[in-house]
T-cell receptor, first 113, second 114 residues
Framework: EAQVTQNPRYLITVTGKKLTVTCSQNMNHEYMSWYRQDPGLGLRQIYYSMNVEVTDKGDVPEGYKVSRKEKRNFPLILESPSPNQTSLYFC????????????FGSGTQLSVL | SQQGEEDPQALSIQEGENATMNCSYKTSINNLQWYRQNSGRGLVHLILIRSNEREKHSGRLRVTLDTSKKSSSLLITASRAADTASYFCATDNAGGTSYGKLTFGQGTILTVHP
């Protein structure tokens, strides 16, 4: 089944403790992207990747890192999480960046205490 | 700044009625997409309309695009309780240098009462 898989689904952590949210897609998509969703603010793009080893900043990249060493994986790294990074995070992928439909993961609800 | 903005923020209708949601954006686009989200779940793609298209249909969904007004509308006909969800528009930026940027609006919360 074609899908974007995010893990974990829920994560509670403390300020400053490094964490990684994994994202994997099995559709051979070149484009992958991370979003955070906050009440009243909609979805905001954090980082995106056009292909392996090609990443770029979205609208809210501060405090986040990404890597794209393999086509199927696009992990989101929070080196030193802070409470303002408490949010619902989504990974998405597509064949052709913004001119093709995105497939979304189920989301990761992160709470930073 | 927000590229796409939906209107209304919330819409409450009865089953069988039509629901119309609007999206306005600021800069030129190559395409505009509509997505649906059930509470807390991942978004699901509904329709993509390109800048050279004016109208597109998919089942009970009808999307229009007016590039001169920088606006789009999503019409759901004969709504069902199962259509209850949040609906988002998403736009790229034709004039921008960041090809991979896709900006979502804040969404319209649609509630369909049985």
């Amino acid at each position: 089944e074609a899908q974007v898989t995010q893990n974990p689904r829920y994560l509670i952590t403390v300020t400053g403790k490094k964490l990684t949210v994994t994202c994997s897609q099995n559709m051979n998509h070149e484009y992958m992207s991370w979003y955070r969703q906050d009440p009243g603010l909609g979805l905001r793009q954090i980082y995106y990747s056009m292909n392996v080893e090609v990443t770029d900043k979205g609208d809210v990249p501060e405090g986040y890192k990404v890597s794209r060493k393999e086509k199927r994986n696009f992990p989101l790294i929070l080196e030193s999480p802070s409470p303002n990074q408490t949010s619902l995070y989504f990974c998405a992928s597509s064949f052709g960046a913004t001119n093709e439909k995105l497939f979304f993961g189920s989301g990761t609800q992160l709470s930073v205490l | 700044s927000q590229q796409g903005e939906e209107d209304p923020q919330a819409l409450s209708i009865q089953e069988g009625e039509n629901a119309t949601m609007n999206c306005s954006y600021k800069t030129s686009i190559n395409n505009l997409q509509w997505y649906r989200q059930n509470s807390g779940r991942g978004l699901v793609h509904l329709i993509l309309i390109r800048s050279n298209e004016r109208e597109k249909h998919s089942g009970r969904l009808r999307v229009t695009l007016d590039t001169s007004k920088k606006s789009s509308s999503l019409l759901i006909t004969a709504s069902r309780a199962a259509d209850t969800a949040s609906y988002f528009c998403a736009t790229d930026n034709a004039g921008g240098t960041s090809y991979g940027k896709l900006t979502f609006g804040q969404g319209t919360i649609l509630t369909v009462h049985p």
